[in-house]
């Protein structure tokens, strides 16, 4: 079975980091590319990051300077650091992995900032 399982969400104050974390297993991983996704209350899902399989990243312009993602091939995992983190970037977080026509998302992990 192909399964993309996301940790590390929480509850933190404004100014505050996470780091967020997607196993995955079942698939060729290094193969994959990977990305963040995240959905706030009332508003559509919206690409946060991305890293294509030979490391290129994308960022939105709303986390840029702030949000690092990174993968780890060896350990099958795609990383969101997350710092300086506000209020707006309450949301719920997934992980989502694609090649070719494939794609498959994690469960999503909740990400909650106060001020």
């Known amino acids: 079975q192909v399964q993309f399982v996301e940790s590390g969400g929480g509850l933190v104050q404004a100014g505050g980091s996470l780091r967020l974390s997607c196993a995955a297993s079942g698939i060729a991983f290094s193969l994959y590319a990977l990305a963040w996704y995240r959905q706030a209350p009332g508003k559509e899902r919206e690409l946060v990051a991305s890293i294509s399989r030979g490391g290129t990243t994308t960022y939105a312009d709303s986390v840029k300077g702030r949000f690092t993602i990174s993968r780890d091939n060896a350990k099958n995992t795609v990383y969101l650091q997350m710092n300086s983190l506000k209020p707006g970037d309450t949301a719920v977080y997934y992980c989502?992995?694609?090649?070719?026509?494939?794609?498959?998302w994690g469960q999503g992990t909740q990400v909650t900032v106060s001020s």
């Open positions: 989502n992995g694609a090649l070719n026509l494939y794609e498959y």
